[in-house]
C-alpha cells in the first residue's frame, strides 16, 4: 500500500511563503511522476503543478505561474512544493498525488495515490 504525507501547511499572511513536503513510503517513486493538488471550501479539486520521475520536466497552473515552483528529492522519495507571493485565493486543502506513470499529468484520472491532504491558509 502506498502511503503519502504531507506536511508545511499552515498560516500565513498575504506576500508570505510556505513550503509543502510529501513523503512517499512507495519504493517506485522515483519512476513515478507527482503532482500536487488543492481543494478550496466549496469547489472542486484543481491541478496546481507536477513534474516527471526525473525532475526534468514540470507543469503548473497558470494561477500559481511564477509564484509556485515543484521539485523532488528521489533519494528521499520526497516531493516539494515552494509556494511565494501567496494569495488568499490560495487558500486550500493541498494534495500531493502519485501518478499513473512516470509522464507529468495535469488531470486529476491520471493519479492513482492521494496523500491526506495539508491545510493552507493566506490571510489578506
Known amino acids: 500500500q502506498v502511503q503519502l504525507v504531507e506536511s508545511g501547511g499552515g498560516l500565513v499572511q498575504a506576500g508570505g511563503s510556505l513550503r509543502l513536503s510529501c513523503a512517499a513510503s512507495?519504493?517506485?517513486?522515483?519512476?513515478?511522476?507527482m503532482g500536487w493538488i488543492r481543494q478550496a471550501p466549496g469547489k472542486e479539486r484543481e491541478f496546481v503543478a507536477a513534474m516527471d520521475w526525473s525532475g526534468f520536466t514540470t507543469e503548473y497552473a497558470d494561477s500559481v505561474k511564477d509564484r509556485f515552483t515543484i521539485s523532488r528529492d528521489n533519494a528521499k522519495n520526497t516531493v516539494y512544493l515552494q509556494m511565494n507571493s501567496l494569495k488568499p485565493e490560495d487558500t486550500a486543502v493541498y494534495y500531493c498525488?502519485?501518478?499513473?506513470?512516470?509522464?507529468?499529468?495535469?488531470?486529476?484520472?491520471?493519479?492513482?495515490?492521494w496523500g491526506q491532504g495539508t491545510q493552507v491558509t493566506v490571510s489578506s
Open positions: 512507495d519504493g517506485t517513486f522515483s519512476r513515478r511522476a
Open positions: 498525488a502519485r501518478a499513473r506513470g512516470s509522464r507529468e499529468q495535469v488531470i486529476m484520472d491520471g493519479y492513482d495515490y
